[in-house]
T-cell receptor, first 116, second 114 residues
Framework: DVKVTQSSRYLVKRTGEKVFLECVQD?????MFWYRQDPGLGLRLIYF???????EKGDIPEGYSVSREKKERFSLILESASTNQTSMYLC???????????????FGPGTRLTVT | EDQVTQSPEALRLQEGESSSLNCSYT??????LFWYRQDPGKGPEFLFT???AGEEKEKERLKATLTKKESFLHITAPKPEDSATYLC???????????????FGRGTQLTVWP
């Protein structure tokens, strides 16, 4: 089974702090994604990566950056946390090629971040 | 402009009362359509992938079908444990530079009461 883990289930940070959210997948997937999920707004893509050291902006990249130094690990960084970044953050991964599971994304359990 | 629209936003069913959830999409080409289940406070759990019109997939009380413009998730004789938010996502064929990116609908919140 594919397993995607996230470093924290709950996190409380203060405004202005630098925040690191870590995601690790164990299935050698090429693609990794960071979303945030807010009531009424659904899943919104922040950034994604299709290879080591490669990244692309999603729909809402402002205030965030990412790092992918190893294939299995994808980090989301909030450079200076603000209260409007309070949200559920979800990491996902997927294969690029192969078999009948092409492109389906597997999600981690999520990190509930509160910025006060 | 939303490319994936799910309806209804919320659905309440009595246990045993079958129904369907709808996912309509406007992308010009489709590489795949995906259904997920999400429980409160958890990450989405993958259910099905559909690739072409006419395809059907089943899992327990759930059956997903696909036409050229929409997909249905049929729930037969639901139980309270089927209560969750069901998400639909598409992988368009016309986004070469965004390989692997999916576009999600906002979900249907299903409640099944005893």
């Amino acid at each position: 089974d594919v397993k995607v883990t996230q470093s924290s289930r709950y996190l409380v940070k203060r405004t202005g702090e630098k925040v690191f959210l870590e995601c690790v997948q164990d299935m050698d997937h090429e693609n990794m994604f960071w979303y945030r999920q807010d009531p009424g707004l659904g899943l919104r893509l922040i950034y994604f990566s299709y290879d080591v050291k490669m990244k692309e902006k999603g729909d809402i990249p402002e205030g965030y950056s990412v790092s992918r130094e190893k294939k299995e690990r994808f980090s989301l960084i909030l450079e200076s946390a603000s209260t409007n970044q309070t949200s559920m953050y979800l990491c996902a991964s997927s294969l690029t090629t192969g078999g009948s599971t092409l492109y389906e994304q597997y999600f981690g359990p999520g990190t509930r971040l509160t910025v006060t | 402009e939303d490319q994936v629209t799910q309806s209804p936003e919320a659905l309440r069913l009595q246990e045993g009362e079958s129904s369907s959830l709808n996912c309509s999409y406007t992308v010009s080409g489709l590489r795949g359509l995906f259904w997920y289940r999400q429980d409160p406070g958890k990450g989405p759990e993958f259910l099905f992938t559909l690739y072409s019109a006419g395809e059907e997939k089943e899992k327990e009380r759930l059956k997903a079908t696909l036409t050229k413009k929409e997909s249905f998730l049929h729930i037969t004789a639901p139980k309270p444990e089927d209560s969750a938010t069901y998400l639909c996502a598409v992988h368009p064929a016309d986004r070469g530079s965004t390989l692997g990116r999916l576009y999600f609908g906002r979900g249907t919140q299903l409640t099944v009461w005893p």
